[in-house]
């Protein structure tokens, strides 16, 4: 970690970074950890290789006709939603630095992120048409509350691949960068939300996913809530008093 940026990087690129029960796991225990740490003030999710995440690795696992009633319910609960789930709740900004395609469940992974950078060399693919099965991961929750669901169920239904410009077009990357410079992009990114307002951004972060769910009146007493919440921090004292100094703040994350 270095000024209190959390990197998680997936690194099976012979394997274009496809999530194995494992590495999921793995992947969720880190960014609980990276919640729960006061020195963690923003996480990064990048990958290596060609790819960002191939998806879920479906290797080695028993074929769904040999499963139970049951089974492939309580493995997407506990899998691929799980991991959706920890992204969207964790408690500090995430940053998805794309460095190339983010199929199936990867895509979805990236959707979750609060911010999307994408290299130019990136894709996006809801591949999961192409193998005759249902969007997991949360993405027809994910898809239609970014563009709509109209483009949602076109970039389902086709499984096309998505261009990182095209992404950007429809607003499901915020900005699309030349390979080379998608790790500096992302650093001065998370360097920058690092040194802003920690608890302040956690109840932006949590107010915004919260709308999506609820209606005004709900939207608009937990956004009181929350500024009641954070008048209490020392960041927001920090904050006031320096615009009555006329000066730049300097936020600790507390």
């Known amino acids: 970690m270095t000024h209190h940026v959390s990197w998680i990087t997936l690194d099976r690129p012979e394997a274009m970074n496809a999530l194995a029960p494992g590495h999921r796991d793995h992947l969720i225990r880190l960014l609980e950890e990276a919640s729960a740490d006061a020195g963690t003030r923003a996480v990064v999710l990048t990958a290596t290789g060609r ?47 794309v460095n190339g395609t983010a199929a199936g469940l990867g895509a979805h992974l990236a959707y979750a992120c609060d911010l999307v950078l994408a290299a130019e060399s990136a894709r996006f693919i809801e591949v999961f048409v192409r193998r005759g099965l249902v969007p997991d991961g949360g993405g027809a929750y994910l898809l239609p509350r970014l563009i709509g669901p109209q483009r949602a169920k076109e970039l389902m239904f086709f499984g096309d691949s998505l261009t990182a410009a095209d992404a950007h077009r429809l607003g499901l990357v915020n900005r699309v960068v030349p390979d080379e410079e998608l790790e500096k992009t992302a650093r001065t990114w998370a360097e920058r939300l690092a040194s802003g307002p920690t608890r302040s951004l956690a109840l932006t972060k949590q107010l915004v996913n919260a709308s999506l769910d609820s209606g005004r009146a709900t939207a608009f007493s937990a956004e009181a809530a929350a500024q009641e919440i954070n008048m209490t921090t020392a960041d927001a004292g920090e904050g006031v008093t320096a615009f009555a100094e006329r000066r730049g703040p300097e936020f600790r994350g507390h």
């Open 51 to 97: 790819g960002f995440c191939a998806g879920a690795d479906l290797r080695g696992g028993p074929p769904a006709v040999d499963r139970a009633p049951g089974d492939v319910a309580r493995v997407i609960r506990q899998g691929a939603q799980r991991l959706i789930g920890a992204v969207l709740d964790c408690e500090k900004p995430v940053i998805a630095a």
